[in-house]
């Protein structure tokens, strides 16, 4: 039942068995939790095992070792594989059972049991047969109120698993009735061995005082495992305990016929960890690496069409005052950028140039730490102005730099001639890598944020830290009460983590003689001021930076001489990916990133974790539907409390094997979420389906190109274009804001009024670019004052000339008014503005085929003639 396919491989006698288990298909599994998670049964295992054996021409399995637990969530199934190799001399086969989200075709797959297949099993005559029943000699052990004892150190067992009906016991043998309910009999019947039914036949062992009552204890590695008779509704059981504490089962039906033996079965002890969610307990699935890979070979690159600008930016080096190094050569580059943006066409180009500011491969050094937060601010603007940036970080090779805007990628190095590019790879992580100890105290700083606090608990929860500093501008006395109920000693420093004075005074006072020593450093603390780069100053910018890139260099000069355990940089995927309408925050978190970087090279510990979304904490505060929505088009999904924290151990013990720089995020299982214009470059090979172009079919609007769109608007009527196009621009705004419908889009309210901000708005320009084929600029929502507005000025640069020409001038007057609204009312130039506007609307009026007047507009106040025009033109 749990199988529905086979194949032969090619090439060889190997075997490939595939299916699919879910809540969904197999609603009786919800019955077996363990420690409050639903999880495949061992037994399911062993019965998958003994199928394919039978199929693969073997008689029995001769071992059986489960990996990782295989967990079901309620709303999602797992494909799986069951491999069978070749067969060898003796005719063994090994066997490997994998699993993975069956809403993904590109997640990894998990592997959870590995065996051995053999062909020598004894015969059905062989096993143990069980006619006298109950055993002479054997007492017999109430079972009344075992479930519910089984319930209360860790095992939630539903009716179907509650099948232990009585309890024997002689010597070392323990003897037991089981039985599936009634209900479940056809369905046993369909199976070699019921789950539910050998399952049960194990809870015999914890009545009887073995390790299931110890509690947490589940089948780890069976062996000699051979099945004499199928479909099975009711077992007589038989399980003997060796001194090593392993058991063996014997198996009977009904009559005492033998049905299955078991040789050698041996529990463990497991750990709610290792029984969360896969997105937990499969950590390497969310736990990531930069790698860089050969890119195209530059010599085949075509000369641009568009003859691209060259920012070249100076090298920095690590001697002198790196953080005001840092926020000033940042600040010329924004500014440098808004310039180009506001001076070139739409198709212009632009090749931001560095050196030292990549780490090409492992072993290579970040020596450009202000070129390294240069990065962080350009990928942002890539995302919000797609494939009109090249970034690119040189060795000094001469390479024609304006050709590499021709390859097709927008991020470059070039290392000794070659040209590599950046590739996102899931990193190997160990499941049994611990966080280093840490002898003295830690120093957390942002200990006031959502994730300052967290990670705090955390320290003291899980490994133990019992000495803290926590530093922030704001202390909670809550979290140092709880801390203190959990037996830490607690400090709180209200520090200003960007005074490097401040700093130097709390790290001297914990380093002193008389302290208790530092052995680590959390370094979470940061703010965000997001705002689309057009709108982004030089003292935004540093606002972001200081708390962040200042605080972090202060804290890297003044350990470098400690002996630290672990020095962890709370960095984010915006400084990778290049969040739109965060370039100060990517700019800041790029700066700790290459910080991790340099800090490995020159021997020192360090991590830095750039974290995907969290769900109900950190920078972005408390997430909307809305939110998650954009966040899965995008690819991603928050990460909960307890997930984060699990990855926060396992990314920072596998920083120690050479990687200071992870990124530590949750991608949707659910492809069809996605939207490609919204897909950052570096996770596009994980979502190749997503990426696929849809053939046009029939059924689908001609209006989904932009060509076509045009096509329908020449054929439309003034007002059938306006309607089209404001539909356009309605459909639009629901699917960025999570609306479900157009329809409640109110067309006369302004953008901010119905819930944009930075970040929508970039998507929004992006999305209605795609959608007609402009190029309109990222203050799209801010130069047209509601989306009836907009789409009068879509109309007018998408209708064929001189077709909508009163749309034309009412456009035009949208982008008038907002100009207009702000000048502020003291302006000394106002009554120059008033003036031409009197001007304009006396010619416009005395042109008017019926000769109406209009009030005296020498005598008319600036208010009242734009009363007058909104009237006239019946602007909102």
């Avoid at 568009?306 to 926020?327: F, K, T």
């Amino acid at each position: 039942p749990f199988l529905d396919a086979s194949v032969a491989v090619a090439g060889s006698d190997g075997l490939l068995f595939s299916g699919r288990i879910g809540l969904d298909t197999h609603p009786w599994l919800a019955d077996h939790a363990v420690l409050g998670t639903v999880l495949l049964p061992g037994a399911a295992f062993v019965d998958l095992a003994a199928h394919v054996a039978l199929a693969a021409g073997c008689d029995r399995v001769e071992e059986l070792t489960i990996a990782a637990p295989l967990v079901l969530e309620a709303t999602a199934s797992v494909v799986l594989q069951l491999w069978v190799g070749p067969a060898d001399e003796s005719g063994r086969r090994p066997l490997e059972i994998h699993s993975r989200p069956a809403s993904s075709a590109t997640a990894p797959w998990s592997r959870h049991a590995g065996g051995v297949l053999a062909v020598d099993a004894p015969s059905a005559s062989e096993g143990r047969t069980m006619a006298e029943w109950p055993p002479r000699g054997a007492e017999q052990v109430p079972v009344d109120g075992v479930y519910d004892a089984m319930n209360d150190i860790g095992y939630g067992y539903g009716p179907v698993f509650q099948g232990l009906r009585a309890v024997w016991t002689a010597e070392d043998e323990v003897f037991a009735e089981v039985a599936l309910p009634e209900d479940a009999w056809e369905e046993g019947s369909r199976f070699g061995l019921h789950p539910a039914l050998l399952d049960s036949a194990l809870h015999a062992i914890g009545v009887s005082g073995g390790s299931l009552a110890e509690g947490g204890r589940l089948p780890f590695a069976w062996s000699g495992i051979s099945l004499y008779a199928v479909g099975s509704s009711a077992l007589r059981v038989r399980i003997t305990t060796a001194d090593n504490g392993e058991v063996s089962l014997d198996l009977a039906d009904s009559d005492g016929m033998p049905v299955a033996r078991i040789d050698s079965l041996v529990m463990r002890p497991l750990s709610a960890g290792q029984l969360d969610a896969p997105s937990r307990s499969s950590g390497s699935d969310s736990v990531f690496e930069i790698e860089w890979v050969s890119g195209p070979a530059v010599g085949r690159a075509e000369a641009p069409a568009v003859v691209p600008e060259v920012i070249e930016v100076p090298v920095s080096s690590l001697d002198g005052d790196v953080p005001a190094a840092v926020r000033a050569v940042a600040a010329d580059v924004l500014t440098r950028l808004q310039e180009w943006l506001a001076s070139s066409e739409q198709d212009g180009r632009l090749v931001v140039v560095t050196r030292g500011a990549v780490a090409a491969n492992r072993a290579e050094e970040v020596t450009d730490l202000v070129a390294a937060t240069v990065w962080g601010l350009v990928r942002s603007a890539q995302s919000e102005h797609p494939d009109r940036i090249v970034l690119v970080d040189t060795d000094g090779s001469t390479e024609d730099l304006l050709k590499l805007s021709s390859l097709g990628e927008s991020q470059l190095a070039i290392r000794a001639g070659e040209v590599l590019v950046p590739r996102l790879a899931r990193t190997t992580t160990s499941a049994d890598a611990t966080l280093p100890a840490a002898e003295g105290a830690v120093l957390v700083t942002g200990a006031g944020g959502a994730l300052g606090g967290l990670v705090a608990r955390h320290l003291v929860t899980t490994h133990g830290v019992r000495d803290l500093v926590l530093v922030s501008r704001r202390p909670s006395t809550a979290l140092v009460e709880e801390l203190r109920e959990l037996g830490a000693d607690v400090r709180w420093a209200s520090c200003d983590v960007t005074d490097r004075d401040a700093l130097a005074a709390l790290v001297g006072e914990l380093t002193a003689p008389d302290g208790p020593g530092l052995a680590g450093v959390v370094h979470a603390a940061g703010v965000v001021d997001d705002g689309v780069l057009e709108s982004l100053t030089p003292e935004r910018l540093a606002t972001v930076l200081r708390p962040k890139a200042d605080a972090a260099w202060h804290l890297h000069q003044l350990t470098a001489d400690l002996d630290l355990a672990f020095f962890v940089l709370y960095s984010s995927a915006a400084g990778t990916f290049g969040g739109p309408g965060q370039a100060n925050y990517a700019a800041a978190n790029a700066f700790l990133d290459a910080l991790a970087t340099h800090r490995h090279t020159t021997g020192l510990p360090a991590t830095s974790l750039a974290w995907g979304p969290w769900a109900d904490s950190g920078m972005l505060g408390e997430l909307t539907p809305a939110d998650i929505a954009r966040m899965a088009r995008a690819g991603l999904v928050p990460l909960s409390a307890d997930q984060g924290l699990d990855l926060f151990d396992l990314a920072v013990a596998t920083s120690a094997e050479e990687r200071p720089h992870l990124l530590v995020a949750r991608l949707t299982p659910n492809e069809s979420q996605v939207r490609p214009d919204m897909l950052p470059p570096l996770l596009r090979p994980f979502f190749r389906a997503a990426l696929r172009r849809q053939a046009t079919s029939a059924q689908r609007p001609a209006a989904e190109s932009a060509a076509a769109l045009k096509e329908r608007l020449a054929r439309c009527s003034e007002d059938e274009a306006h309607r089209l196009v404001l539909d356009l621009v309605r459909d639009a705004i629901a699917a960025v804001l999570g609306h479900s419908s157009a329809a409640s889009v109110e067309v006369s309210r302004g953008f901010l009024e119905i819930g944009f901000d930075s970040l929508t708005a970039v998507e929004f320009r992006n999305r209605v670019n795609q959608l007609t084929g402009l190029k309109l600029a990222a203050t799209l929502i801010f130069d047209h004052p509601s989306p009836e507005a907009l789409a009068r000025h879509l109309l007018a640069e998408l209708a064929p000339g001189g077709n909508v020409t009163a749309l034309t001038l009412l456009s035009e007057l949208d982008r008038l008014e907002s100009s207009l609204a702000a000048v502020p009312a003291d302006d000394d130039d106002r009554s120059q503005v008033t003036e031409r506007l009197r001007g304009l609307l006396a010619a416009w009026t005395d042109s008017r085929p019926d000769g109406d007047d209009v009030a005296d507009l020498d005598s008319a106040t600036a208010d009242e003639l734009f009363d007058l025009l909104d009237g006239e033109l019946g602007l909102s």
